[in-house]
Each structure stands twice: as C-alpha cells, then as structure tokens.
C-alpha cells in the first residue's frame, strides 16, 4: 500500500463517518413517531403544525391586507382539519407574504408541499 493508497482510505473513512453524523442528526431531528414509522395520526399532527404556525403569524402581522375570500377558503381548510382539497389564493402582498412565510414553516416542521391549500385556478 502506497501513502497515497492510505491518503485516499483515510478521506473516505472521513466522508462515511461525516455522512453518519449527518444522517443520526437527522434522524434524531424527526419526531418519535415518524422515526418509528408512519404516525398513526399523521394528518391531524400535521394540520396541529399548521394551525399553530398560522395563528402565530396571524398574531405577528394581523389581517390587514388579507381580503375575506382568502381568509374564507384558508378557514375551511382548517375547519376540514386539513384534509379538504382547498383552493387557497394569495394575490394581495400581504397574502402572498403571508402565504410564503407558512410555506417555509411547514416544509421546516416536516410537512411536504403537496400538504398546502395554496393554488390558484381561477
């Protein structure tokens, strides 16, 4: 064996061990439930998440701004504890903003982008 042959297992020794680290702190970041497997109740955890995170930002940047259909549709999508195919749309700023900081909430609190009511199909 070469110093370069020892080099080389010694910086892929490195790479496994770093590649380690990242996927334990990974694992330890999620909660119990999904490290065990699919949580039995899933949904309504997630919608908890969101709920939380919308009343929160609600409390930090109020309703102006936010027109009554969006706030309408949005609240059925609560009320169906997430689980209705809602059509929620931003088109003021503040939706819009409102909208974005939710997004980034949710995707940091585990849930996936298919999970958010926002669409705009009319």
Not at 5 to 13: E, K, P, Q
Not at 32 to 60: F, I, M, S, V
Request: glycine share 8%; with cysteine.
């Amino acid at each position: 064996m070469t110093e370069a042959d020892g080099t080389t297992r010694a910086r892929r020794r490195g790479s496994l061990v770093a590649m380690g680290a990242c996927l334990a702190w990974a694992l330890a970041s999620l909660p119990a439930a999904a490290r065990q497997g699919a949580a039995p109740d899933w949904p309504t955890e997630k919608c908890n998440r969101y709920k939380a995170a919308y009343e929160l930002l609600l409390k930090r940047q109020g309703k102006a701004g936010l027109g009554a259909e969006f706030l309408a549709s949005h609240d059925a999508f609560l009320a169906a504890n997430c689980q209705s195919r809602a059509e929620v749309c931003a088109r003021s700023p503040e939706e819009i903003a409102l909208a974005d900081k939710l997004t980034l909430m949710a995707m940091n609190r585990g849930m996936s982008g298919t999970f958010l009511p926002f669409d705009c199909r009319k």
